[in-house]
């Protein structure tokens, strides 16, 4: 599916631009919470492209 107009809080605040690498995650338990703390609790796992690759691409955000 396609999600639109996703707000995502970064940890920390940009004090100019910054390269981020967004990656996709699947909520394969459908809580509607992300759960993801590897090695021992990675229940919501990262989405993979047609290739099998991890689906993730690097942005430029900025002020």
């Not at 940009?14 to 996709?24: D, E, K, Q, R, Y």
């Not at 338990?29 to 590897?38: I, L």
């Amino acid at each position: 599916g396609e999600s639109t107009d996703v707000i995502v809080a970064l940890m920390d605040a940009l004090s100019g631009s910054a390269t981020v690498w967004p990656m996709v995650h699947i909520d394969l338990d459908a809580d509607g919470v992300y759960t993801f703390q590897p090695p021992d609790n990675a229940i919501d796992l990262p989405g993979l492209t047609a290739d099998g690759s991890v689906a993730v691409t690097s942005i430029l955000i900025g002020m």
